[in-house]
């Protein structure tokens, strides 16, 4: 059973447009949410992240919306640069087990292509 | 400053070998937990580790082990590796064991064969 879900497995995009991308989680246990931006050969890059109390936060170019009542977050980023062509994976932070122990669940990514 | 280490980067092995896989964490951080990422999928919870002692543990079997040390750097341990356990291995440390951004290494990747 997927908790995180980022059903676009890919996206183009124009360089200088907006780009979009989705995530959906189904456990309401989750309190904190991130958006981790990966290249081939390294380890995922933490972006931008939100609490559940929040329903916007901006970084930049960056921008993270936060939908509680229909378990949804997204990713803006505006302009979209050629460098942001990368795997986006959305995550989301809960208490594992009760045990004082805080894990990240993740989707599956999206890859982003920003077209010049 | 230096960002969370993993040492090896790539690691070929045998079916039934026992590999160790290293890392150190970003100065200040206290908490270690170790993910592993098989191809086309996002990282999956394996443990963390905070102040020496297992915090959490995820759906992995006992082959699965690892430890911190007094220095905050962390092992994984997988004995007895099947075909399955190819994948990339990946490290994060945060400051302690509820702050919520964990920062990753660049990963192991291991290949089982």
């Known amino acids: 059973d997927q908790q995180v879900k980022q059903n676009s497995p890919s996206l183009s995009v124009q360089e200088g447009r907006i780009s979009i991308l989705n995530c959906d989680y189904t456990?309401?246990?989750?309190?904190?949410f991130l958006w981790y931006k990966k290249y081939p050969a390294e380890g995922p890059t933490f972006l931008i992240s939100?609490?559940?109390?929040?329903d916007k936060n901006e970084d930049g170019r960056f921008t993270v919306f936060l939908n509680k009542s229909a378990k949804h977050l997204s990713l803006h980023i505006v302009p979209s640069q050629p460098g942001d062509s990368a795997v986006y994976f959305c995550?989301?932070?809960?208490?594992?087990?009760?045990?004082?122990?805080?894990?990240?669940?993740f989707g599956k990514g999206t890859k982003l292509s920003v077209i010049p | 400053d230096a960002g969370v280490t993993q040492s090896p980067t790539h690691l070929i092995k045998t079916r039934g070998q026992h590999v160790t896989l290293r890392c150190s964490p970003i100065?200040?951080?206290?908490?270690v937990s170790w993910y592993q990422q098989v191809l086309g999928q996002g990282p999956q919870f394996i443990f963390q580790?905070?102040?020496?002692?297992?915090?959490g543990r995820g759906n992995f079997p006992d082959r699965f082990s690892a430890r911190q040390f007094p220095n905050y750097s962390s092992e994984l341990n997988v004995n007895a590796l099947l075909l399955g356990d190819s994948a990339l291995y990946l490290c994060?440390?945060?400051?302690?064991?509820?702050?919520?951004?964990?920062?990753f290494g660049p990963g192991t990747r291991l290949t089982v064969t």
């Open positions: 939100i609490s559940s109390i929040k």
């Open positions: 995550a989301a932070s809960s208490e594992h087990s009760g045990a004082g122990s805080y894990q990240l669940t």
């Open positions: 100065s200040g951080h206290k908490s």
């Open positions: 456990n309401s246990m989750f309190d904190y």
């Open positions: 994060a440390s945060s400051l302690g064991h509820r702050a919520y951004e964990q920062y």
């Open positions: 580790y905070y102040e020496k002692e297992e915090r």
